[in-house]
């Protein structure tokens, strides 16, 4: 469920998503907890909020496709680590360095070979996500994350126009357009 307290601002002032802060915040309350009592509060939360239709669309948007972001990440620290004979949770804590750093940690550790591999591996895992996935590729179009559609099935003035549409979508709906470019892409596969 998406949640405010980890949208997250750069010193350039850009804005993004801290689906990695999350996810460790998530993972250690369930740790804690338990996964039965996280489901509860998840059913609990959803049932008292009031939010717009499009707003409610992005966050159930983002939950749905947080793989793009998450998996990515994680395949990349794993194939890094793999590929220098390093050990995994050093690459991590680099790389977790350079998410977070300052500007000035950021422009040293970029020449990393560590940082270097990892978000490579990163830009061509999420270029390939989304040349594969046109409900991924036409959220991130729609939502401001990117302003090109990547896959083919999106690839026309019409397509763009849909995703454009700031009308919302209730990802809750049976044949809603993200599942219905979803089974596209897996009748295409097929």
């Keep these: 469920m998406y949640n405010s307290e980890w949208e997250k601002q750069t010193e350039q002032g850009i804005s993004f998503y801290d689906y990695d802060g999350k996810a460790e915040a998530e993972a250690s309350w369930i740790n804690q907890y338990g996964n039965d009592a996280y489901e509860y509060i998840q059913e609990y939360l959803v049932a008292g909020k009031n939010t717009s239709p499009i707003i409610q669309e992005l966050y159930d948007a ?58 490579s591996y990163i830009a061509k895992s999420r270029k390939i996500m989304r040349e594969n996935n046109p409900a991924l590729d036409g959220f991130l179009y729609r939502w401001g994350y990117t302003t090109t559609l990547a896959n083919p099935q999106n690839d026309s003035l019409e397509a763009q126009t849909l995703w454009r549409n700031k009308s919302p979508i209730s990802l809750n709906q049976p044949g809603n357009l993200y599942d219905q470019y979803a089974t596209m892409a897996e009748n295409v596969v097929q």
Excluded: C, H, M, P
């Excluded at 972001?69 to 949770?89: P, Y």
């Excluded at 690459?91 to 350079?98: G, P």
């Excluded at 950021?106 to 990393?112: A, I, N, P």
């Design 62 to 119: 983002r939950e749905r496709f947080s793989f793009y972001w998450d998996g990515a990440k994680e395949d990349a620290i794993n194939f890094t680590a793999n590929k220098l004979g390093r050990l995994k949770s050093e690459v991590s804590q680099l790389y977790n360095a350079y998410r977070t750093g300052t500007v000035s940690e950021k422009e040293v550790l970029k020449e990393s070979e560590i940082i270097k591999e990892v978000t």
